[in-house]
């Protein structure tokens, strides 16, 4: 586990950073429309996330599976080991399988679970998937503009690395906006292997065809695309060989 405490930024990796706060990133600004699915999205990935056969196709615990290479329950887990019963949380981006109906049941009803996802048909799954759970939602709402309060945890899921290099940016300090002081953005996602890791060389190749945006992890720490204005705690876990992380930053009380 690597702990990095209050670490000094690197300089921004678009241009100088913009002071960034709960109001200017957190919360859609007043009178706007509702979300638009962006045309990165719409142009990448429409095939993974809004053609409804394959999303009917995908949305399997089995298919995730095969995509973590037999590391689900393990990624969960390691999730789910940042978050506390009770915890209200925020979790930006709808996730394939019964993801977001275990991290209902891990917060339990004294807590809260709010899911924002940008495309109608992956909100509509979810909301099917929390039916049961009354003290879990999900809503249409872009992930640079998810809340209008803040969260003891934010768990953002294997959504990373699907943003472009600008998005990624507003997501991270949209996401560490809309933590309360002493709360924690929990960033599980992919992550540049070892480089004899037997499986990197079919990674790559699905990435470069699939997946245009991943490499970018395998090129910058996820803290550096956090503003240099955020005074964080950051740690980092790697799992399978250094192909997963996870990065927790943790807002001072």
């Known amino acids: 586990m690597t702990h990095l405490q209050n670490t000094p930024k690197p300089p921004s990796l678009h241009g100088t950073a913009t002071p960034v706060s709960a109001k200017n990133l957190a919360t859609r600004p007043a009178g706007s429309a509702a979300p638009v699915v962006p045309p990165y999205l ?18 399997r615990d089995l298919v995730v599976s095969i995509i973590f290479w037999g590391n689900r329950r393990r990624l969960q887990k390691a999730a789910f080991d940042e978050i506390s019963p009770g ?20 917060v339990g009803a004294g807590g809260c679970l709010d899911v924002v996802d940008v495309v109608p048909i992956q909100i509509a799954s979810c909301r099917r998937k929390l039916r049961e759970f009354s003290h879990a939602t999900a809503r249409l709402a872009d992930s640079k503009y998810p809340a209008g309060k803040q969260y003891d945890a934010v ?31 929990i960033f599980v996602d992919y992550h540049k292997p070892h480089w004899a890791h037997p499986v990197k060389p079919v ?9 245009p945006f991943a490499k970018q992890l395998w090129r910058h720490e996820i803290a550096d ?8 705690s950051w740690k980092k876990d790697t799992y399978f060989g250094g192909l997963f992380q996870r990065v927790v930053a943790i807002q001072p009380e």
Request: hydrophobic letters at 40%.
């Open 155 to 185: 768990c953002c899921y294997f959504l990373l690395h699907e943003l472009p290099e600008d998005y990624k940016r507003l997501v991270v300090n949209a996401l560490l906006a809309s933590v309360r002081p002493g709360g924690k953005v």
């Open 42 to 59: 719409s142009d990448t990935y429409h095939w993974a996330y809004i053609n409804p056969r394959n999303v009917r196709f995908l949305d």
């Open 225 to 232: 695309f956090a503003d240099r204005s955020w005074p964080l």
């Open 87 to 106: 915890m209200t949380v925020l979790q930006p981006a709808c996730v394939y399988g019964e993801f977001s109906s275990a991290l209902a049941r891990h």
């Open 203 to 211: 990674t790559s190749l699905i990435f470069d065809n699939l997946k």
